[in-house]
């Protein structure tokens, strides 16, 4: 299983809190930066879609654009 970090703003912490996570260290800006066990690359995508723009990935730097290549995937389907 591998983990991911990711930066998560305050309008998906309920979305990402029913998950169980590793570390959780709270940002200034009122973010969150939680360290989050990963059973596949197509489950952490499919919670950055719901999630919207309030996820970033930190880490694993291969993640990064999971969020946009999971949409770009989502919408050639439907085209």
């Known amino acids: 299983m591998q983990t991911a970090t990711l930066q998560v703003r305050p309008s998906a912490l309920r979305l990402v809190e029913t998950y169980p996570y590793i570390s959780r260290e709270s940002q ?3 973010s969150v930066v939680i360290e989050l066990a990963v059973g ?13 723009d309030a996820i970033d990935v930190l880490s694993p730097t291969e993640w990064v654009d999971l969020g946009k290549q999971t949409a770009q995937a ?3 389907r439907y085209n």
């Open 28 to 30: 200034p800006d009122g």
């Open 40 to 52: 596949s690359q197509r489950w952490l995508g499919r919670l950055l879609l719901r999630a919207g």
């Open 74 to 76: 989502v919408l050639k």
